[in-house]
Nanobody, 123 residues
Framework: QVQLVESGGGLVQAGDSLRLSCAAS????????MGWFRQAPGKEREFVAA???????VYGDSVKGRFTISKDNAKNTVYLQMGSLKPEDTAVYYC?????????????????WGQGTQVTVST
């Protein structure tokens, strides 16, 4: 059974940095893509970033230049390093994974999901 477990969320101030982690178990995702989505209250789930095999990455427009996604294949873990955080980054952040290395920005293309971790950015 595949499980994705996020950690690292919390309450920070605007301008701070935060790193989210997503540990996968049940299968390896070395040759698969993993991503991060977020959902703010009253809004639809939004694509944040994704990483495929090796160093192929894609970012949502609202986080480009501020967030960095990376993957440690030995630990079967994906990270989201978030910098220059803004109040509008406040949301529940979800880790997602799909069985192939092709990167997609739509949530329907992901097979596995974590339970989410709350990130709150205060002014």
């Amino acid at each position: 059974q595949v499980q994705l477990v996020e950690s690292g969320g919390g309450l920070v101030q605007a301008g701070d940095s935060l790193r989210l982690s997503c540990a996968a178990s049940g299968r390896t995702f070395t040759d698969a893509s993993m991503g991060w989505f977020r959902q703010a209250p009253g809004k639809e789930r939004e694509f944040v970033a994704a990483i495929g095999r090796s160093t192929t990455t894609v970012y949502g427009d609202s986080v480009k230049g501020r967030f960095t996604i990376s993957k440690d294949n030995a630990k079967n873990t994906v990270y989201l390093q978030m910098g220059s955080l803004k109040p509008e980054d406040t949301a529940v952040y979800y880790c997602a994974a799909r069985s192939t290395a092709v990167i997609f920005t739509t949530e329907q293309m992901y097979d596995y999901w974590g339970q989410g971790t709350q990130v709150t950015v205060s002014t």
